[in-house]
Structures are given as structure tokens and as C-alpha cells.
């Protein structure tokens, strides 16, 4: 139980933080000689920080479900649709490669790095004043490439489609809520896909429910703090910790 529980504080922070909750699964077990958690644990995790930002972003999906009768609401869908396809291809098509390739404690670090490096590039960017409302089709294929290349372990989605949602001139908290509500497909074709493995595989045991929830609950307060932290700090934190810890995991492997 207290397994579950740890990974569960793991998931719903590094998922939400742009620090690669991916990295962090691969590393922490390589730092600390633990084994990484079983697909059965992976699967509760994800539905977890599913249930963390659905719960968050509740109203922007209230809006959504307004797809008829209100344009603003068409125009996000649209935007969300769009940047779903790129990460959705290579994920189905390169899934099994990507893992096989970049599973690798050492190719995470570096990958961790490269995470930090992109975020202090954000600290170049002028300050946007572009709300999600007014969102281009450009942007979505922009931002949904972004979180493709965040398939990777140890590259950030949230940490790359934040910086690209700010490269295309929208506010730190609109390029994070465009970053959150793209993460709802990919988190869940992600639960759905190692559900699938899980069904062939057998069951779970009860104790992985307790990590789910853990997940749910830190992932909540991940997303509420990471807002908070960017509107006055913007990305510069969680850059000077992904390289940290991307050379401090080098280091010791």
C-alpha cells in the first residue's frame, strides 16, 4: 500500500509539473534501486491524474459540452482535436520503438536536461496576451507537435506545451489551461492503452486504488501550485531543477 502510495505522489506531481512524470519513473527506481512500478500500478495512476484534471478543469468542459450553441466552445474543441492528432499518431504507430529506445536511465537524464534547457527558453519570450478563445489552427498543430515530442521519457508534456503555448503569444495560465486540457485525450489514450496490456495480463490487487486516489489529490494540488508558481515565477523554477536533477542523475549512473 505504501508503494502505491508513493507512486502515486510521484505521478500526480511530475505529471502536471513540467519536470516528465516519465523520467521520474525511470529515475527515481535507478537512483534509489527500486523497482518500478507494475503496469497494474501505472494503470490506477494514470486514471488518477485523469480524475485530478477533469475534477480542475470541470468548467472549461461544462463549456465544451455547449459545442452547439456556443463558438467559443466549437473553437476549443477544434484547437483540442487538432493538437491531439500528432502526439495520438506517434504514439499508436512508434509506442513500442520510443519505449525500447529511450528506456534508459541515462538517455532520461539527458532528456531531463534538455527538458530544463527548453523551459529557461521561455524566459525569453516576451509576455503573451493571447487568451485560448482566441486560438488559431496553427497554434493547435504548433502545440499538439510539442506534445508529441514529449512521448520521449524525461521530456515534459506539460513543460512543452506550456513554452509552446507561450512561443505562440498566449498568457503563462492560457498556454497552461491549453497544456491541461490537451493532457485529458493523451492521459487517457495512455490509461487506456496499458489497460488493454493489463486485461491480458489478469487483475490488480485493491492496493493500487489507494495510489490512484493519491494520484488524484496531489495531481489536484500539482495544477492549482503550478499555476500560482508560474503567474509570478514563470518556468524558471522547474528549469534550474530539470537540469539539477537531469546532471545529478548522470552523475550517480
Wanted: aromatic letters at 8%; proline letters at 4%.
Amino acid at each position: 500500500m505504501w508503494n502505491a502510495a508513493f507512486w502515486g505522489l510521484v505521478q500526480g506531481l511530475t505529471e502536471f509539473l513540467p519536470i516528465s512524470s516519465s523520467g521520474h519513473l525511470i529515475l527515481i527506481p535507478a537512483l534509489l534501486g527500486m523497482e518500478e512500478p507494475g503496469l497494474a500500478t501505472s494503470v490506477m495512476l494514470h486514471l488518477g491524474t485523469l480524475a485530478a484534471v477533469l475534477a480542475y478543469y470541470r468548467s472549461d468542459l461544462r463549456k465544451l459540452l455547449r459545442v452547439r450553441t456556443d463558438p467559443e466552445a466549437r473553437l476549443i474543441l477544434t484547437l483540442l482535436v487538432i493538437g491531439t492528432i500528432p502526439a495520438a499518431v506517434v504514439g499508436l504507430t512508434l509506442r513500442g520503438p520510443i519505449e525500447i529506445v529511450f528506456d534508459d536511465p541515462k538517455v532520461a537524464a539527458v532528456a531531463e536536461i534538455v527538458t530544463g534547457v527548453v523551459l529557461a527558453f521561455s524566459l525569453l519570450l516576451a509576455a503573451g496576451t493571447r487568451t485560448l478563445g482566441r486560438g488559431r489552427i496553427p497554434d493547435a498543430v504548433i502545440v499538439g507537435f510539442a506534445q508529441a515530442f514529449a512521448l520521449i521519457p524525461g521530456i515534459s508534456r506539460s513543460g512543452m506545451t506550456i513554452t509552446a503555448g507561450m512561443a505562440q503569444g498566449f498568457t503563462r495560465v492560457e498556454a497552461a489551461r491549453f497544456a491541461f486540457l490537451l493532457a485529458i485525450p493523451s492521459i487517457a489514450g495512455a490509461g487506456l492503452l496499458e489497460g488493454l496490456d493489463l486485461v491480458s495480463e489478469g487483475g490488480f490487487e485493491a492496493s493500487v486504488l489507494v495510489g490512484m486516489a493519491v494520484a488524484a489529490i496531489s495531481g489536484y494540488l500539482a495544477i492549482a501550485g503550478l499555476l500560482r508558481l508560474i503567474t509570478r515565477f514563470g518556468l524558471a523554477p522547474f528549469a534550474a531543477y530539470c537540469i539539477a536533477f537531469g546532471t545529478l542523475a548522470l552523475a550517480l549512473l
